[in-house]
């Protein structure tokens, strides 16, 4: 499966932003209820997600939870993203293509057939590029 690389945000948390770059792993094409094309990912480390005031923690699951000295954290490694404009489309070569950015908040997403909003949390608007190195999932073996 291919690789891209998250090379920076036009808007969201700076938690996110302090972790790029990022590359992530294309897992698969995903219909949502508004779009046949948002594209479920794998990042290659974990992204620090502060829940703002109010955010239901049982959306999530708890073995993603952890707290700091500034509250609650989240660490999400799935996403979801989608081309900002609807029609353009993810490439070998690419650069600088405008992406909404999702996490993961419920990881039985991979299962499912469609995408459930409800298992997401919107996160940025950023950039991508292609990524010539591949972005190994848990227990892949860099061989193999």
Not at 1 to 22: K, N, Q, Y
Not at 44 to 58: N, Q
Not at 122 to 144: K, M, Q, R, T
């Amino acid at each position: 499966m291919p690789s891209f690389v998250i090379t920076a945000l036009d808007s969201g948390p700076a938690e996110f932003e302090a972790v790029l770059p990022l590359r992530a792993r294309v897992l698969r094409v995903v219909p949502g209820p508004d779009r046949a094309d948002y594209v479920l990912c794998f990042a290659e480390r974990p992204i620090p997600f502060r829940p703002p005031a109010g955010f239901d923690l049982d959306r999530t699951q708890p073995g993603f939870r952890t707290r700091d000295e500034d509250g609650e954290v989240i660490l999400v490694q799935g996403l979801v993203v989608c081309t900002r404009m609807v029609g353009d489309s993810f490439s070998a070569g690419m650069t600088g293509l405008p992406i909404n950015i999702a996490y993961v908040i419920d990881n039985t997403v991979t299962l499912d057939a469609a995408l459930d909003f409800g298992k997401i949390e919107f996160a940025a608007i950023g950039y991508v590029d292609d990524s010539p190195v591949e972005v190994l999932l848990p227990g892949e073996d860099p061989a193999g």
